[in-house]
Every structure is written in structure tokens, then in C-alpha cells.
């Protein structure tokens, strides 16, 4: 039974992915994932979200990067490269290549991506489930003073080196939850928005038509973890793009973006002292070690997330 269900993203998402998974019973977590970042190259269908949560589930993940498989080869890209292939930019492994061979292979017959991540999923022997956000295709597009850009131009191709002045998700207006969500909201004991960037990587799951609603009418408490740590994005350009964007760069800032939606916020130690003014925003706050450097810190900003949402819970007398 789902006991938990976490919005994720990113290297930050699928770590606390993996916490969350090893303090929980097994077959206790679903984790909603970012869809946005899917893209289509050589042929294959990418899905570097859904890839880098199944990767760190499965105990497979590159430790030193947070994506890819641990010890994976690119004989296969170098080949690419001696041809004269212009698009071996984005770093594939030869395994990974094998998993967006398989997920291809499967939607051309007519499987929905929400099927093939759980043939996926059992096929590594991963216990929890693994949810795209919609079934159907959403693009991040990024504005820049550069241009429109797709997100792994922007994110990789260009290492995120663009100032970003908007965002646009492509396709969302089509895009709709999958069927299995609204159950498991309604039965889960706590909800958790990953230290994920908030815009887009959890963003993009917020703007699938229906799905904040599920959100805010799921009787289970909705708790964040700030992605921003001192003022600085442990990894990845949320900081740069809060800033470009007009928003705070700092736990406050996060909080703020999912006023009204969450009830509460773990921030870092560094951050103690903006707790007040985020308990401002009509939410709880708690301060706990949040830099996860190994998978004890994972287990452990885990457990103190799933307390902390029992206590919500309690506090409300759902307890």
C-alpha cells in the first residue's frame, strides 16, 4: 500500500527518492516525476528524470555525478563521434543507451510511459513506484537573451551558461495525471516535494492541468524541502534561474513559490534564521541537516521529513 508519495526531479529529487525508500516498507512509495526534461535523440526516447530516479533506486547510479550508471562505458557514443555524429553532447552510457532502447521499443507499440516505467522498474527489481507526471509528451522550453531553447540545449548543451527569463512547458495544456495518482493522494500518510528546483523540476509536475487540485485536496500533510542552501543550489542552476526570474534566492524564496500549497518546510541549518519569516507564509518549518553526502544522510533527512509529517498530521488530529 502507498504510504508515501514524493514529486521529484533531478540528482536532489532522486536522492531523497532513496531515503525515503530505504526508511519505508517496501512497496510504500510512489514517486511522481518530472517529465519535462524528456527529449528525443538518436532516435530514443530519453527520460533523464525517470532514468536518474531509477538509476539511484535500483543502487545503480553514478555515485560522482548522481546520473548515469556507476562504471557504464560509451564505446557506443565514441563510435558515434568517429562517424561524424553532431548530437553526442548528451553523455549516454552504453547501459543507458540499452534503457531508452527498451523504453523506445516499448511506446512504439502502444504502452503508455506510466507502463513502461513500471516494466522498468521490475525489471531492475525496484520496489517502488516510479510515476510520470502525464503519460503525454511536456517540453521545458527556456527563454534567454540567447533565444527559446529546449532544456538540454540549455541545461547541457550550453551548461546552463543562459540567463533565463521564462518558461514555458510545452504540451501541458494536454497533459493530464495518470490515472493511479488520485488513489494513491487519497490513501498516502504524507506527501513530499523533493529538494528538487522548484521551477523545473517540480514546476513542471504542478502545471499538469488537475494536478495541484489533487494536491491540495489529499488529506495527507504536504511537506517541502528546500533545494537552496545558504543562498546556493547544492547542484544544478535553481539559484541562477530564481534569480533571473525575480525571486528570493533562499529557503524563503522557495517557500514562497509553494505558498498555499505545502504545510510545511525543512530548511538547512544555515537557513535557521529565516524560519521566522517563512512561518510568516502560514506554514510549519523545521530545521534539520539537509546536505545529503551519502546515503546515511539520505535515510536520515528522511526520517526526520516523514516525523516531521506525522507531526503535522498529529497536531491537525489525524494523528
Known amino acids: 500500500m502507498i504510504q508515501v508519495v514524493a514529486l521529484a526531479g533531478g540528482v536532489g529529487g532522486a536522492k531523497l527518492a532513496q531515503g525515503l525508500y530505504a526508511a519505508l516498507p517496501p512497496d510504500s512509495l510512489l514517486v511522481l516525476v518530472n517529465t519535462a526534461d524528456d527529449f528525443t535523440l538518436h532516435g530514443l526516447r530519453i527520460c533523464p528524470d525517470l532514468d536518474t530516479v531509477l538509476y539511484t533506486l535500483a ?6 555525478t548522481g546520473w548515469g550508471i556507476a562504471g557504464d562505458t560509451f564505446d557506443t557514443l565514441e563510435m558515434l563521434t568517429r562517424y561524424g555524429a553532431d548530437d553526442t553532447w548528451f553523455q549516454i552510457g552504453d547501459r543507458d543507451f540499452a534503457t531508452h532502447i527498451q523504453r523506445t521499443q516499448l511506446l512504439a507499440v502502444g504502452m503508455p510511459l506510466s ?28 527563454d534567454t537573451d540567447a533565444g527559446r531553447l529546449s532544456f538540454q540545449d540549455y541545461f547541457v548543451r550550453r551548461r546552463h551558461s543562459d540567463n533565463v527569463r521564462g518558461i514555458v512547458f510545452d504540451g501541458i495544456a494536454e497533459a493530464a495525471p495518470p490515472e493511479s495518482l488520485a488513489p494513491a493522494l487519497a490513501k498516502a500518510e504524507a506527501i513530499v516535494f523533493c529538494p528538487s528546483n522548484p521551477l523545473v523540476s517540480i514546476g513542471p509536475i504542478l502545471a499538469v492541468p488537475g494536478l495541484r487540485d489533487l494536491l491540495v485536496r489529499a488529506p495527507a500533510p504536504r511537506v517541502a524541502v528546500s533545494p537552496i542552501v545558504g543562498g546556493k543550489a547544492l547542484k544544478g542552476p535553481a539559484d541562477q534561474m530564481l534569480a533571473t526570474l525575480g525571486h528570493e534566492v533562499s529557503a524563503y524564496g522557495v517557500a514562497a513559490l509553494y505558498q498555499g500549497l505545502i504545510d510545511g518546510i525543512v530548511i538547512d541549518e544555515a537557513d535557521a534564521a529565516l524560519a521566522p519569516r517563512i512561518a510568516d507564509l502560514g506554514m510549519r518549518v523545521q530545521v534539520a541537516p539537509t546536505v545529503m553526502r551519502d546515503e546515511a544522510d539520505r535515510k536520515a533527512l528522511a526520517q526526520t521529513v516523514l516525523a516531521f509529517c506525522a507531526r503535522i498530521a498529529s497536531e491537525r488530529g489525524q494523528g
Do not use: I, S
Not at 120 to 141: F, I
Open 59 to 64: 543502487g545503480l547510479a553514478n555515485p560522482q
Open 115 to 142: 507502463a513502461v516505467e513500471a516494466e522498468l522498474g521490475r525489471a531492475l527489481k525496484v520496489r517502488a513506484t516510479l510515476l510520470p507526471m502525464a503519460d503525454t509528451p511536456v517540453a521545458t522550453l527556456v
